[in-house]
């Protein structure tokens, strides 16, 4: 079975800083997808990026973008230019081909004033 | 565009009382699912659908019965409530993205079993 991990329960940074949230899974697959989710105090889950395996180029959404290490099992999220809203639950989620979405067990981030 | 809908949004059951959450989506996805989160961890798929007229097991379906009723409606039963599926349910939908499956979330279930 796949796992995913996020190492850091909490963090915290200064607005318009840059913050790099962590995940590594376990997988035997060699196509996937990552994923990293959003869910403000609201609860709602809001995507904010995506990454298919089988692509080297790390995937970029405006402020956010991905280091994928592929190898290593690893599928970090940067955060540039933090801003106040940016404050929420962060998960990393990992999908083999088909429907089995596994989700890490989340980092609180904090952007301070 | 309502996306992903689900009701109701709160409830609070007794152990043993049986409720069926509701979910409905607009995007013409085939895929739909159900997914539990609880405190201090991520969600867990309870069960999925791919297909009209298809249901699985996800990661953690003891205790759940899915139906899915016609392509935008997929609802999720309690039979006889425990206080162990006191949570928050999720549903969610996919359908393909450029080359992507990527899947969109209801608001949440907040549901209380004393």
């Known amino acids: 079975a796949q796992t995913v991990t996020q190492s850091q329960p909490e963090m915290s940074v200064q607005e318009a800083e840059t913050v790099t949230l962590s995940c590594t899974y376990d997988t035997s697959e060699n196509n996937y997808y990552l994923f990293w989710y959003k869910q403000p105090p609201s609860r709602q889950m809001i995507l904010v990026i995506r990454q298919e395996a089988y692509k080297q180029q790390n995937a970029t959404e405006n402020r956010f973008s991905v280091n994928f290490q592929k190898a290593a099992k690893s599928f970090s999220l940067k955060i540039s230019d933090s801003q106040l809203g940016d404050t929420a639950m962060y998960f990393c989620?990992?999908?083999?081909?088909?429907?089995?979405?596994?989700f890490g067990a989340g980092t609180r981030l904090t952007v301070k004033p | 565009n309502a996306g992903v809908t689900q009701t109701p949004k709160f409830q609070v059951l007794k152990t043993g009382q049986s409720m069926t959450l509701q979910c409905a989506q607009d995007?013409?996805?085939?895929?739909m699912y159900w997914y539990r989160q609880d405190p201090g961890m991520g969600l867990r798929l309870i069960y999925y659908s791919a297909s009209e007229g298809t249901t699985d097991k996800g990661e953690v379906p003891n205790g759940y019965n899915v139906s899915r009723l016609n392509k935008r409606e997929f609802s999720l039963r309690l039979e006889s409530a425990a206080p162990s599926q006191t949570s928050v349910y999720f549903c969610?939908?996919?359908?393909?993205?450029?080359?992507?499956?990527?899947?969109?979330f209801g608001p949440g279930t907040r549901l209380l079993v004393l």
């Open positions: 989620a990992f999908m083999k081909h088909g429907y089995d979405m596994r």
């Open positions: 969610a939908s996919s359908g393909v993205t450029g080359n992507q499956e990527t899947q969109y």
């Open positions: 995007m013409n996805h085939n895929s």
